[in-house]
C-alpha cells in the first residue's frame, strides 16, 4: 500500500443552447500543462485573489452546512477556476452576481494574478506533486467568440476540443470523465453522470487539481492504535488514532479561547495542513467561521514544541451538485432563461445547466493516501500545562499554499470510519 497524502477534486460547468462551431484539436492526456500568460500580475493583485477565493471558500462552507451534516470535502480553488472561466463570458446582472458570489476583483486583477495563481501551483517539485489543468469543450460547429477562446486559452490556460455532444452525446460524456480520471490520478472517474450531458448541451468548463505529499514530520505506524473518536457526547466510534509524543521540533500552534490550531507541514514546506479543533463542539467555532477569522487564528499560531499530537487516519470523498448553493448565495441568474453570456457567443442564448463538484481524500502516517489515525494518551506525574492537541472528535481541515495561504482544498471531519 502506498501511504502518501492523495487529494484530488475537479469542478464542471455545462452551459446549455445554441448551435454551430470552432475547430478545435483534441485533447491530450498526458502532455504537461501549459503555461498561462501572468504578465502584469504583482503580489498584491495575487493577494487580491487569494482572498476572493477563500472568502469564497467559507461562504460556500456556511450554505453547504446547512443541509450537510456529515464529513466534507471541496476544492475552493477548482471551483473558483471553473466559474473564473465562465465569468469572462457573463455580462450584466449574471457578471454582477458571479462578480460578488465569488469576490472577484476586476477583471485587469483577476486574468494576470490567477495566471499566476496556476503556475505556482503547477511548478515541479521534487518533494511533492501538485497540479491542475483547465479544459473547455465545446459542440462541433458551434460558434464561440474568438476573443473569448484565447482569453481562457491565455489565462486560464485552457485546452480547448470538439466534442459532438447533440449526436454522440455519450461518448463526450465518456471522453470528458476519462479525461478527469486521468488528470487525478483515477480518483474521479465517473465526475459526469448519465443525463446531465443531452442534445442541447453545448460546452463544457472543467478543473481538476490533484496533490500528492508526505508529511514533513511523519506519524510512526508502530504508535497508530485503536482509539476513540467522539461523534458526539453519546456517540462515540472506534478509529485508527495516529500519534506523536514530546516532539523535538517546533509545529505552528494556537490555543485560542474556542479552539485549538495546528499546523502539520508537508515535505518542501510549500503546502500545509491547518487543523482547526474545536473545544467543545464544532458548531461553535463553524458559525462564525470566515476567511478573516482564520487569518485572525493564523496570527495567533507560534512555533512550539508539542508534547503530543494525536489525528485520526480518513478517507472519503464528497460529491456536490452546487446549483442551489450559489443560486442561494446570490447568482440565480446565471441558471435561468435571463441569464447573460455573451461575452461567449455575442448572443444571450446560454445559461447553466449544472456546476458539479468532487473531491477525495485519504489521510495516513506517512501523509496520505491515508488510512488511520494515531493518538496515545500519556500520564503525568505532577500537574503542568501541556501542549497537547488530541483530534479525537469533530474537526475541519485546510489544505493551503503557505506563501500566499491560497486554500486549496477545506473538509470537515464528522466521522473518520464512514
Known amino acids: 500500500m502506498r501511504k502518501r497524502l492523495v487529494l484530488t477534486t475537479a469542478v464542471i460547468l455545462l452551459l446549455a443552447s445554441g448551435v454551430a462551431g470552432a475547430g478545435l484539436l483534441p485533447l491530450s492526456y498526458k502532455t504537461s500543462a501549459p503555461k498561462a500568460n501572468a504578465k502584469g500580475s504583482s503580489s498584491r493583485g495575487i493577494k487580491a485573489v487569494v482572498s476572493a477565493n477563500n472568502a469564497f471558500a467559507f461562504d ?118 476519462r479525461y478527469i480520471a486521468a488528470q487525478t490520478n483515477n480518483r474521479i472517474k465517473n465526475l459526469i453522470a448519465k443525463g446531465y450531458l443531452d442534445e442541447d448541451s453545448r460546452f463544457v468548463l472543467t478543473n481538476a487539481i490533484y496533490f500528492k505529499g508526505a508529511w514533513r514530520w511523519e506519524f510512526d505506524p508502530r504508535l497508530t492504535y485503536q482509539g476513540d473518536f467522539r461523534i458526539t457526547p453519546e456517540k462515540i466510534v472506534k478509529t485508527p488514532m495516529m500519534f506523536m509524543s514530546s516532539t523535538e521540533v517546533a509545529f505552528n500552534y494556537a490555543n485560542t479561547k474556542n479552539l485549538q490550531i495546528l499546523e502539520l507541514p508537508y515535505k518542501g514546506n510549500k503546502v500545509s495542513m491547518l487543523v482547526l479543533l474545536p473545544h467543545t463542539n464544532l458548531d461553535s467555532i463553524e458559525r462564525s467561521l470566515t476567511a478573516s477569522k482564520v487569518k485572525q487564528y493564523r496570527a495567533k499560531m507560534k512555533p512550539t514544541i508539542m508534547d503530543s499530537i494525536m489525528l485520526p487516519k480518513f478517507e472519503f470523498d464528497s460529491k456536490y451538485e452546487l446549483n442551489s448553493a450559489l443560486s442561494k448565495m446570490g447568482m440565480p441568474t446565471a441558471f435561468t432563461d435571463r441569464a447573460d453570456f455573451s461575452g461567449m457567443t455575442g448572443r444571450r442564448e446560454l445559461s447553466l445547466a449544472f456546476v458539479l463538484h468532487q473531491a477525495y481524500v485519504k489521510v495516513d502516517e506517512k501523509g496520505t493516501e491515508a488510512t488511520g489515525a494515531t493518538a496515545v494518551g500519556g500520564s503525568v506525574t505532577s500537574v503542568r500545562i501541556t501542549n497537547d492537541f488530541h483530534a479525537n472528535h469533530p474537526f475541519l481541515f485546510l489544505i493551503q499554499e503557505k506563501k500566499t495561504g491560497n486554500i486549496l482544498f477545506l473538509g470537515r471531519v464528522v466521522d473518520p470510519t464512514s
Open 60 to 177: 460556500l462552507y456556511s450554505e453547504l452546512r446547512k443541509s450537510e451534516t456529515e464529513n466534507m470535502l471541496y476544492s475552493p480553488y477548482s471551483m473558483s477556476a471553473a466559474l473564473a472561466m465562465t465569468y469572462e463570458g457573463a455580462r450584466g446582472k449574471t457578471a454582477a452576481e458571479m462578480k460578488s458570489v465569488l469576490h472577484f476583483p476586476n477583471s485587469s486583477v483577476l486574468r494576470s494574478n490567477f495566471a499566476a495563481i496556476y503556475n505556482g501551483i503547477n511548478k515541479a517539485s521534487n518533494s511533492y506533486k501538485l497540479k491542475t489543468g483547465n479544459a473547455l469543450w465545446v459542440q462541433k460547429q458551434f460558434p464561440l467568440l474568438e476573443k473569448y477562446i484565447k482569453r481562457v486559452k491565455s489565462y486560464y490556460a485552457a485546452r480547448a476540443s470538439n466534442l459532438d455532444f447533440v449526436h454522440q452525446t455519450e461518448r463526450s460524456r465518456l471522453t470528458i470523465n
